[in-house]
Nanobody
């Protein structure tokens, strides 16, 4: 059974940093594209950053508003994907979700989400 467990959310002041971590289990981690999405109240979940599976090139993609501020990294030995968020802005406030997508079937799995609040 696929399991994704996020940690690291919380409250931070504008300009501050947070690091989110997602621990994965129950599947062959390096065969999946993994990433972070966020959901604002009343809006659809949007991609923040992702790292493609090894089989399809391991490229990283970022949403435009986080480029240069956020860094995603996957550790295939530890089955984790982290999101380092720097220079946080109030508009980054959202629930952040870890996602894993099977390269061969396209089936998506989600974590339970973690709240990030950027406020003074």
């Amino acid at each position: 059974q696929i399991r994704l467990v996020e940690s690291g959310g919380g409250l931070v002041q504008p300009g501050g940093s947070l690091s989110l971590s997602c621990e994965a289990s129950g599947f062959t981690f390096d065969e999946y594209t993994v990433g972070w999405y966020r959901e604002f109240p009343g809006r659809q979940r949007e991609m923040v950053a992702r790292v493609l599976a090894i089989e399809i090139g391991s490229r990283t993609d970022y949403e435009d508003s986080v480029k240069g501020r956020f860094t995603i990294a996957r550790d295939n030995a530890k089955n984790t994907v982290t999101l380092q968020m720097n220079s946080l802005k109030p508009e980054d406030t959202a629930v952040y979700y870890c996602q894993a997508v099977n390269t061969y079937t396209g089936i998506r799995s989600w974590g339970q989400g973690t709240q990030v609040t950027v406020s003074s």
